[in-house]
């Protein structure tokens, strides 16, 4: 089994930043691909930023040029710094990890950010 834990969520001002971190444990496969997704209230949840291994980044367009996704590969982690936090950014966020077999969710970390 695969263990995801988010940290580093929490409340800020609106054009503040944060960095969430999440770090794989447990059985780790190949990995092929990490990422973030967020769930705003009454919301479905939505993709904000992934990861595969070749390296390419992809991002939704509302965060797109503010936030930035990371791989530490050797410690199975993935970071998101956020810049330029909206009202709008305002949800909980969950790390993904996609393997060969499965997909694997974090708890969820809630950020949010006043206007």
């Known amino acids: 089994q695969v263990q995801l834990v988010e940290s580093g969520g929490g409340l800020v001002q609106a054009g503040g930043t944060l960095r969430l971190s999440c770090a794989a444990s447990?059985?780790?496969?190949?990995?092929?691909?990490m990422g973030w997704y967020r769930q705003a209230p009454g919301k479905q949840r939505e993709l904000v930023a992934t990861m595969p291994n070749t390296g390419d980044t992809n991002y939704a367009a509302p965060v797109q040029g503010r936030f930035t996704i990371s791989r530490d590969n050797a410690k199975n982690t993935v970071y998101l710094q956020m810049n330029s936090l909206k009202a709008e950014d305002t949800a909980v966020y969950f790390c993904?990890?996609?393997?060969?077999?499965?997909?694997?969710w974090g708890q969820g970390t809630q950020v949010t950010v006043s206007s």
């Open positions: 993904n990890l996609k393997d060969v077999w499965n997909d694997y």
């Open positions: 447990g059985t780790i496969s190949s990995i092929n691909a």
